[in-house]
């Protein structure tokens, strides 16, 4: 924007300039003439010309320094302005969240942000004018391949690779990169925004934890229905047998087969304990909080897909509910992710959450995609049901969504809205004033 700007101000300067000088002299001379005209008209020619002589240096001195102010204070107002300019670019640089990296095509840093300060342990002077600190060994080649695609004008955007800290850990992160073409006497320079994903990793095990502890509990669940009642029915049939041979007494293989089909039902019911989820670690919680934590998560994939997110939990205000955090947080997850899915290109996604009359804290889920249709509605919850292609879904997530709301004594409904997608309210009551953590969450498991 400066360089369209540059030109025509340096013009309007060199104008201003020449007009102020112009006006200086006239003034000058016009002064000269009505003091000669006044004192020094009965002069001889000599003396009229060494006045006139005086004239030209002083008009020339006087001038010169006219102009050398004004050139002086317009430096000086540039410099202050590049000044502040470059605290604001630092500024805005500084409060970015992402972990920044400038550098030029021999990957000298040239720019490092705190956050990158704070990531990778380096700091700002440990960084500048030498090669990228945080690049593994083994990551160079693909560094190289992506500042390659870069120059073919392909994005390169969250794109997951590892970068290691100054004691020597690496880190899994998402980065995304620019280029800066080159202009003028100024070379071509790389921007890297790298931004930490442990937590949205961590996010992404305990969705898998908890799909395969559901996928368990249904296993177990199908165990139990198809071995319980054979089993029952063979123990009978043991019992049967001892009363119609006890005159003949004791028979040793009954008591073996009796012994082995109790075996069986023990190991059912470990199976259907270990399919169960792990306990609620019920603690007071913000939810807006629980919410934002998982938004940050999804943004970056939102971003690709060139979707909008929209939030308004402000209402939640400091609203805390007795919760699992991890749970809600995997329950806000599958719901998002679910809505992401849903979303064509270019598509919205609104959350709105606020406290009833009731001290019930309302969230509602819209999104723009295409709803639901009727025929779907009476299985909508039910576990490995989906409508996603093959491999894209495992028709969980609603499910586990359910059972997540329900352990924390809330409700969860979806409909489609009239103007387009589908709405997810979840329902959950809020702490009451004077509570106990002990006392609540008897009242929540009972």
């Known amino acids: 924007m400066k360089t369209g700007v540059r030109p025509a101000s340096q013009a309007w300067f060199l104008v201003t300039l020449g007009l102020s000088c112009l006006t200086l002299l006239a003034l000058v001379f016009s002064l000269w003439e009505l003091i000669e005209h006044r004192y020094f008209r009965d002069l001889n020619y000599v003396t009229i010309h060494y006045l006139y002589i005086t004239r030209g240096i002083a008009t020339a001195l006087l001038t010169g320094i006219w102009a050398a102010w004004f050139v002086l204070r317009e430096r000086r107002r540039r410099e202050e302005e590049l000044e502040q300019s470059y605290e604001y670019y630092r500024s805005i640089l500084n409060h970015m969240p992402e972990a920044v990296a400038l550098f030029d095509e021999a990957y000298q840093v040239v720019e490092w942000n705190e956050a990158a300060e704070r990531l990778f342990g380096f700091d700002q002077q440990q960084a500048l004018g030498r090669p990228l600190p945080n690049i593994p060994a083994g990551r160079w080649a693909e560094l190289r391949e992506i500042l390659d695609r870069l120059k073919t004008d392909q994005k390169v955007l969250d794109y997951e690779t590892e970068r290691c800290t ?60 198809h071995l319980n009642t054979p089993l029952t029915a063979m123990l009978l049939q043991v019992e049967i047998l001892r009363e119609q041979m006890r005159e003949v007494g004791p028979i040793e293989e009954l008591a073996t087969i009796e012994q082995r089909i109790r075996f069986c039902q023990v190991f059912v019911q470990n199976l259907l304990q270990f399919g169960r989820r792990p306990r609620l670690q019920q603690k007071p919680i913000a939810l807006d909080e629980v919410i934002e934590a998982v938004l940050t998560l999804f943004r970056p994939s939102l971003n690709l897909k060139r979707a909008t997110l929209q939030s308004e939990c402000e209402e939640l205000g400091s609203s805390r509910i007795l919760g699992d955090p ?83 004594n809330g409700t969860i409904q979806l409909q489609n809205r009239k103007e387009g997608g589908l709405r997810v309210t979840v329902r959950i009551p809020l702490l009451r004033e004077g509570s106990t953590v002990s006392t609540l969450a008897t009242e929540v498991h009972t």
Request: aromatic share 6%; with cysteine.
């Open 166 to 225: 100054a004691q020597g850990q690496q880190i899994p992160v998402a980065a995304s990169y620019s280029c800066i073409p080159p202009v003028a006497n100024r070379p071509q320079f790389y921007v890297e925004v790298v931004q930490d994903i442990r937590p949205r990793l961590q996010m992404r095990d305990k969705l898998l934890e908890l799909e395969k502890l559901t996928l368990m509990g249904q296993m177990a669940a199908g165990a139990a229905h």
């Open 326 to 408: 991890n749970h809600l947080e995997a329950m806000f997850s599958a719901l998002l992710s679910n809505a992401a899915d849903a979303i064509p290109t270019g598509g919205r996604i609104h959350i709105r959450g606020h406290v009833q009359a009731d001290r019930v804290a309302e969230i509602n889920l819209d999104d723009n995609g295409p709803g639901i249709a009727d025929l779907l509605w009476p299985r909508i919850f039910e576990p490995f049901f989906t409508t996603k292609p093959a491999g894209k879904g495992t028709g969980l997530g609603l499910a586990i969504a359910q059972n997540i709301v329900e352990e924390h």
